[in-house]
Each structure stands twice: as C-alpha cells, then as structure tokens.
C-alpha cells in the first residue's frame, strides 16, 4: 500500500508530527498528497505556533477565507524578514503622510486632502488613483480618524471637519486657535488635541465643544477606551512632566497619570489601546511601552519594548493566534519594524 492511500485519520495523525518544511516537501511528492497537505486542517497545529496567522486562542478562525498554508508562508515571511521592496504611491512634495486602512480602502492624507484607495482584491495591490478625495482645510491634515459612517480630520488650520463617507457631507467643528495634532472617534464622540495646549470633547449633535481641558503643554496624541467611558491623552512632556494621562469621559476628569520621571522633551506621539485596560505608546524617548490600567498606575505592564535607534512616529497593534500583541511601529529611518509582545525586552525602568 502506498503512503497516500492511507486512511485519512492516519495521514492526519502522521502529518501532525511534520513541521512546515517537511510539510512542504511532502507537498511535492504527488498530486494526492499535494491536495492533502494543502487542506486547512493539516496546518492548524502549525498555525498557531505563528504569527499573525488568524487562529485565536480558543482555535476560533478569523479569517478562513484565506488558505491557512498561505498564512503560515506570509507569517515566516514576516519573521525571516523576507520582502518585497516598492512604492504603491510616490509624490514630488516632501509630506509626511497619515494613513488608515479601513477593509479594501487605504485611507492616506496628501497635504490638505484625505485620498481614498482600493486594494485590488486579488494582488492586494494599491489603485494608483483615489477613488474619493476628501477636502476642506485651509492647511495640511495632520490626523484623521476613520469610523463606519464618517471621516474626522484635524488640520493645522485648526479646524475639525467631519466627512460623511456616505453623502460626502461635511461638518466643521471649530474650537481650536492652533493646528490640531491628534484626533480620535469611536461612537459619534470625538476627542482632539491640539498645539494650542486643548484637549476637546466634541459630539456629533454639535459644532461646539462639549468640554474644553486645559493641558499646559502641546497634546500630542490621544484615544479613546473601547468601554467609550475613558481616554489617554498624550502630551510634549516640555512643560508637564506627566505626559500620559487617563481622563474620564463624563467628568472631564483625570483619572490617573501613567509612569514617573520622563525626561523633559520625552513626549508621547502615539497611543492605542489592546484592550479596554491596556494600551501601547511610543514617542520620542524611542520606546515602546506596553501599560496594564489594572496594575498600579505608574507601573509598566511588565517590562518595556526594546529600544529603537530613532523616534518612533506611530504604533499599530495586529492580533495574534494567542491574543497576544505585536507591534508595528514606524521610524524615521526605518519603516517599520515587527515585535511579539511575548517577548520581554530591556527598557528603562518606570517607578
């Protein structure tokens, strides 16, 4: 009898002893057993020993419109560092973009417009031409955020405008006196930040702001709980030396201060909450930290994330197959860089 026309039970059974590689080569063995190994079910085991691949903990698939064999090569790709190199979009004016993947539309800001891409469905690849373009500020967008129904965009103008995405109606809030730095929405709340040293809470029902915060220093970055009951707010850490705070949404009120003796100048650029109790935020202390509201608030949700050669502009979170986090963060110098939240890594100590 022929390996391949074992009962299936059995194959399962002696492939499940195989790693990736030897499944690979089995694969090339012939017609029946490349069918075979290809199925979903001979890489789930190997599946969630990856990163990134759509497995969770409770074995539940996020994503089984994508052959798991597929996912395992994307995910080693990733951990080997394997690439390619190209530029979806190039233009001449030097920008530093802010950019926001919603689905198959690539959301990228270009000066004072907002561009709306499609991703080819098949190559995934970028449409050279927008398919919408969102305007109205006077300068150029410095943070937007997207939502189901609408687009909110913060400008150096000052000006908050809000971009139906379905009537392409536009709302503008006015509140502000300088550039808005950084902007947040979820559930028709919308927190901003400002250099004119703001935070404001705004709501769809109005053109005004709800409260106004005073800050004492430039806010750099801000977000929204998914609970909608608290928010961080991020600041330059020149004039207050507490740049990350927790703020009750109702009372307008700070809840706690995260971490104790930044340097002066250590401002936070980017925040993003994993859960409702934990968040990452990075800035120009070139560091990534991982914070558990549930612990003492001025203590690290165990250590920090490694140290980067450059300022860290902004972080992203991707799940994982053990719900654990990774961070994709972007530098100056180098575009982006893949870490495991599971691993632990030397940061300066936080009291």
């Not at 919408?132 to 909110?152: E, K, P």
């Amino acid at each position: 009898m022929l390996f391949s026309q074992l009962p299936e039970d059995v194959l399962y059974h002696v492939v499940s002893f195989l790693d990736h590689r030897s499944l690979c080569r089995l694969s090339q063995v012939c017609k029946s057993m490349h069918r075979f190994v290809n199925r979903d079910a001979v890489w789930r085991k190997i599946a969630k020993e990856f990163l990134n691949t759509g497995i969770t903990r409770d074995g539940t698939d996020i994503y089984p419109h994508i052959p798991l064999k597929d996912r395992v090569k994307t995910a080693q790709n990733w951990f080997n560092g394997v690439c390619k190199r190209a530029s979806p979009l190039k233009w001449k004016t030097k920008l530093l973009p802010w950019l926001q993947l919603d689905g198959d539309t690539l959301f990228l800001s270009q000066a004072a417009n907002i561009g709306a891409y499609h991703l080819h469905q098949g190559t995934r690849r970028l449409l050279r031409n927008p398919f919408q373009i969102y305007s109205g500020h006077q300068g150029d967008v410095c943070r937007f955020a997207v939502t189901d129904s609408n687009l909110i965009s913060g400008g150096s103008d000052g000006k908050i405008l809000v971009h139906n995405r379905r009537n392409h109606v536009s709302l503008e809030l006015s509140g502000h006196n300088q550039e808005v730095n950084c902007i947040d929405s979820k559930d028709g709340l919308i927190i901003s930040g400002s250099r004119d040293r703001t935070v404001r809470i705004w709501t769809l029902t109005s053109s005004s702001p709800r409260d106004t915060i005073p800050m004492y220093d430039r806010v750099w970055s801000v977000a929204i709980s998914p609970t909608l009951s608290s928010f961080a707010t991020g600041t330059a850490c020149c004039e207050n030396f507490s740049p990350l705070l927790i703020w009750n949404v109702e009372r307008s009120a700070c809840v706690c201060s995260l971490g104790s003796e930044f340097r002066r100048g250590a401002g936070v650029l980017d925040i993003i909450f994993e859960s409702p109790f934990q968040l990452f935020t990075c800035g120009y202390d070139t560091f990534i930290r991982l914070w558990d509201l549930r612990l003492s608030p001025r203590v690290l949700a165990g250590v920090g994330f490694d140290h980067h050669p450059d300022v860290l502009l902004c972080v992203s979170t991707l799940a994982l197959q053990a719900a654990l986090p990774a961070a994709a963060s972007a530098e100056r110098d180098q575009p982006h860089r893949l870490q495991r939240g599971s691993q632990q890594f030397s940061a300066p100590p936080l009291s």
